[in-house]
């Protein structure tokens, strides 16, 4: 059987040189793209040198100071049709009480983000409340989350989803002492990935 060659299933690229490399093409020292994201240059430094695996919120802090979508950072050179990822082959960002792991990057135009994501017990968004373009949808594959959106607070259980536009302020957090399972894809209306706002950064509860 003859491989789609749209398809992929190579290694994944190295996000801290991807990052590395757009900021010196934006002439940007570590001291002003640190100015700009809000994370420290010594957070930047690690991250670039493979030493640190960053959180989607720092991702999305780097994208916006550096005006690319966040697949940008995991985009090879090639534009697919077709990406096709198998289970042990996932980008993943791992962090306390988070493991983040992208279902697909690298569609030619992607203008969805899909995220497997699994929150360890008490494991929670670190900023207060969160807004970005676009619509969010979360899927419970298992476990418990709370999901706070603007005024209301919605728990999902194994099978729930919540589907809601994302300029509204929330969160998330799994407050059981169980490990809990989502699939969160992101869309902004702009027809562009990326945010402009922090997201999916884990906290203590």
Same mark, same amino acid.
């Given at each position: ?35 700009? @994201? ?14 640190? =695996?960053?959180?989607? =919120? ?32 996932r980008t993943r960002s791992q962090q306390s ?42 899927? @419970? ?19 729930? =989803? ?10 998330? @957090?799994?407050? =059981?002492?169980?490990?809990?399972v989502i699939l969160a894809i992101f869309q ?18």
């Open positions: 059987m003859t491989n789609n060659p749209n398809s992929s299933d190579a290694p994944t690229p190295e996000v801290g040189q991807r990052i590395r490399l757009l900021r010196e093409a934006r002439d940007l020292s570590l001291r002003a793209l640190a100015e700009r @994201c809000g994370l420290s240059v010594n957070a930047i430094s690690r991250i670039e040198r493979g030493e640190n =695996s960053p959180t989607v =919120s720092s991702l999305h802090l780097l994208a916006t100071a550096l005006n690319v979508p966040i697949t940008e950072f995991f985009h090879t050179n090639i534009q697919r049709s077709v990406v096709y990822v198998k289970h042990d082959q009480g988070m493991d983040i792991e992208s279902l697909g990057i690298g569609l030619h135009n992607q203008q969805i983000e899909p995220f497997l994501v699994t929150l360890q017990p008490h494991a929670q968004t670190e900023n207060p409340l969160i807004t970005h373009s676009g619509q969010e949808f979360v899927y @419970c594959v298992e476990g418990q989350i709370e999901y706070q959106v603007g005024g209301e607070v919605f728990t999902l259980t194994g099978g729930d =989803s919540l589907l809601f536009e994302a300029t509204q302020a929330h969160r998330f @957090c799994n407050r =059981s002492a169980q490990p809990a902004t209306r702009e027809g562009k990935t990326g945010f402009s706002q922090s997201h999916l950064n884990p906290g203590a509860g």
